[in-house]
């Protein structure tokens, strides 16, 4: 191959690079500017997706399971603890609280 051909073969392949770059931009600058056309307004906060409540049914398996586990006392000082004596008395406000204590039951 003679050196012409070679600088011929060179200019296609940087030109072929180049073609590539410009249709990366062009991809780039559609993307941002469809997002720039429907902006969060000033002082506005994206919405902050909120975690499922915690429902009954979850801390009451959770709590059957420690139960099982032998630490039925446990459980049941928990429940007293949150001024209880069944599941079902406790405001579902605190079982958040609630389960996360229940978790730890016999790990320690």
Do not use: W
């Not at 307004?41 to 959770?62: M, N, S, Y």
């Not at 996360?100 to 039951?105: D, G, K, M």
Request: aromatic share 4%.
């Amino acid at each position: 191959m003679g050196r012409m051909s070679e600088l011929d073969m060179v200019l296609r392949e940087f030109h072929a690079a180049a073609k590539a770059l410009i249709g990366a931009c062009d991809s780039l600058r559609n993307f941002y500017s469809q997002a720039a056309e429907s902006p969060v307004p000033d002082g506005a906060e994206l919405p902050v997706p909120r975690p499922k409540p915690i429902t009954l049914e979850a801390v009451r398996a959770v709590l059957a399971e420690k139960s099982r586990n032998g630490h039925t006392a446990k459980v049941r000082a928990l429940l007293e603890k949150y001024g209880a004596t069944k599941l079902s008395e406790i405001d579902p406000a605190k079982y958040a609280a609630l389960l996360a204590e229940a978790e730890v039951l016999g790990n320690g």
